[in-house]
């Protein structure tokens, strides 16, 4: 397929370029959504908590279990997810 995707200004380093790009733009998309997680030390599980608190106050620390319970599932989620390939077979 290379061939058929040339370019008048990059020529025949089209191919490799838009392939460079599409990968930057594959693993940037994959890294944000897995940094949304809400899971404890990313970017969601700091806005989690910060939900929690300003909704329970100072209750918030009895919910603390609740959170770590929380980010388990979504650690769970994402391991099942990398790992059952492998287990299927």
Known sequence: MAPKY??????SAFAPLANLLY????????????????IGPFDGGQHYNSLIEKRLGSKSNK???????????MIALVAMTVLSPYLIR
């Open 23 to 38: 990968w930057l733009m594959f693993v940037n998309f994959n890294v944000g959504i897995f940094n949304a997680l809400p």
């Open 6 to 11: 040339q370019s008048s200004v990059f020529g």
């Open 63 to 73: 919910f603390k279990n609740v959170t770590q319970l929380v980010s388990l599932i």
